[in-house]
T-cell receptor, first 118, second 115 residues
Framework: GAVVSQHPSWVICKSGTSVKIECRSL??????MFWYRQFPKQSLMLMAT?????????EQGVEKDKFLINHASLTLSTLTVTSAHPEDSSFYIC??????????????FGPGTRLLVL | AQTVTQSQPEMSVQEAETVTLSCTYD???????LFWYKQPPSRQMILVIR????KQQNATENRFSVNFQKAAKSFSLKISDSQLGDTAMYFC????????????WGAGTKLIIKP
């Protein structure tokens, strides 16, 4: 149980284009999903917290107009990197809380998406 | 603000040995959770073990156990009978439910199990 998927797992795009990453909770409902960015050999950096049906809460320094987050249902959140530039190249990871389980405090992670902007 | 410190950037042990990874944290909260996550080379984050602060008993999951010292704000992970598949980055994380369940992460410890 508590499986989270991400799609795509790998994406290469040209500078100036937009890329959408999907995060799905496959066997549970997630009222809260989180988006992280991870640089090589570093820990996870929280970008935003996404609550179903409401606007995402962005961390300081994260451009909300550049990283658009939508959490339209209890099983799907999307991150759109708009007008991507090479500095946006990174590993993006989502996670979700299973609010119906006995461990609401636990985040379950997707496998991540590697983004390369040329 | 809460902080999590992992003081060992890298460790290596022989297969079948026991290894302990250190983690300390700082908080003024009384209700919180602590986690160890594992990130193998595939980069998939996997929950290893969790501890509720109000529980005095140390959590265990098969070969993995923690030594939770609440007064000392220490949360170490012990891996017994280490296996090659345990090679990974290990992250310690803190969570206060009143902070929208956000995780505060340590810098990670790279663990290498040698055959």
């Amino acid at each position: 149980g508590a499986v989270v998927s991400q799609h795509p797992s790998w994406v290469i795009c040209k500078s100036g284009t937009s890329v959408k990453i999907e995060c799905r909770s496959l066997d549970f409902q997630a009222t809260t999903m989180f988006w992280y960015r991870q640089f090589p050999k570093q820990s996870l950096m929280l970008m935003a917290t996404s609550n179903e049906g409401s606007k995402a809460t962005y961390e300081q320094g994260v451009e909300k107009d550049k990283f658009l987050i939508n959490h339209a249902s209890l099983t799907l959140s999307t991150l759109t990197v708009t007008s991507a530039h090479p500095e946006d190249s990174s590993f993006y990871i989502c996670s979700a809380r299973d609010w119906t389980s006995g461990h609401q405090e636990t985040q379950y992670f997707g496998p991540g998406t590697r983004l390369l902007v040329l | 603000a809460q902080t999590v410190t992992q003081s060992q950037p890298e460790m290596s042990v022989q297969e079948a040995e026991t290894v302990t990874l250190s983690c300390t944290y700082d908080t003024s909260e009384s209700n919180y959770y602590l986690f160890w996550y594992k990130q193998p080379p595939s980069r998939q984050m996997i929950l290893v073990i969790r501890q509720e602060a109000y529980k005095q008993q140390n959590a265990t999951e098969n070969r993995f156990s923690v030594n939770f010292q609440k007064a000392a704000k220490s949360f170490s992970l012990k891996i017994s009978d280490s296996q090659l598949g345990d090679t990974a980055m290990y992250f310690c994380a803190f969570m206060n439910p009143d902070s929208n369940y956000q995780l505060i992460w340590g810098a990670g410890t790279k663990l290498i199990i040698k055959p």
